[in-house]
């Protein structure tokens, strides 16, 4: 199956600074990433998609200019949580969907580990 | 409001044995149900889907089972392997049109193959 990977794997952070995901496509060309968090015991909760080249698209209840995302090609999408406080403490994940029909396989990042203290 | 419910946090299964993992819905629209596999610290791996337009799919020792009127479905791997121990997530999505759509995941089940 396709790669999909993810640096930093995790990452400590104080209060108030901001931290970047990085979510690549190693082997092919991903039109539409999605952006994931978990919190411990929790299900993945979608956070935004975003495709190459415009917007992304938030999920009801996620601040748009918190959680910033930018998908300038079709390798790579970037999450930036900005003023990073406590509550962002969480596991965040990644996927990447090719080009295809309308049920694209969803291929997963390893996910990153984001601490805030 | 959990879209996607899988009720067991956990399901302790003998090796060679069938373990049977289950998940309901409650959006009507969903039409597209998905199996993931996920150890600690780790993505999911995608494992089998299945589309509305079925009520079975069936990939090696992995089968899911679809019944639309009861907005359940259930992933069976027979016979359990050591190796399967991990949490599975069920996870669904609705057609949107085009391109890939985002998915909505239940909370998992923690799947323990004992030998």
């Known amino acids: 199956g396709a790669v999909v990977s993810q640096h930093p794997s995790w990452v400590i952070c104080k209060s108030g600074t901001s931290v970047k995901i990085e979510c690549r496509s190693l082997d092919f060309q991903a039109t539409t990433m999605f952006w994931y968090r978990q919190f411990p015991k929790q299900s993945l909760m979608l956070m935004a998609t975003s495709n190459e080249g415009s917007k992304a698209t938030y999920e009801q209840g996620v601040e748009k200019d918190k959680f910033l995302i930018n998908h300038a090609s079709l390798t790579l999408s970037t999450l930036t949580v900005t003023s990073a406080h406590p509550e962002d403490s969480s596991f965040y994940i990644c996927?990447?969907?090719?080009?295809?029909?309308?049920?694209?396989?969803?291929?997963f990042g390893p996910g990153t580990r984001l601490t805030v203290l | 409001d959990q879209q996607v419910k899988q009720n067991s946090p956990s399901l302790s299964v003998q090796e060679g044995r069938i373990s049977i993992l289950n998940c309901d819905y409650t959006n009507s629209m969903f039409d597209y149900f998905l199996w993931y596999k996920k150890y600690p610290a780790e993505g999911p791996t995608f494992l089998i889907s299945i589309s509305s337009i079925k009520d079975k799919n069936e990939d090696g020792r992995f089968t899911v089972f679809l019944n639309k009127s009861a907005k359940h479905l259930s992933l069976h791997i027979v016979p359990s392997q050591p190796g399967d121990s991990a949490v599975y997530f069920c996870a669904a999505s609705v057609y949107s049109g085009g391109g890939a759509d985002g998915l909505t995941f239940g909370k998992g089940t923690h799947l323990i193959i004992q030998p």
């Open positions: 996927s990447a969907s090719g080009q295809g029909g309308p049920y694209n396989e969803q291929f």
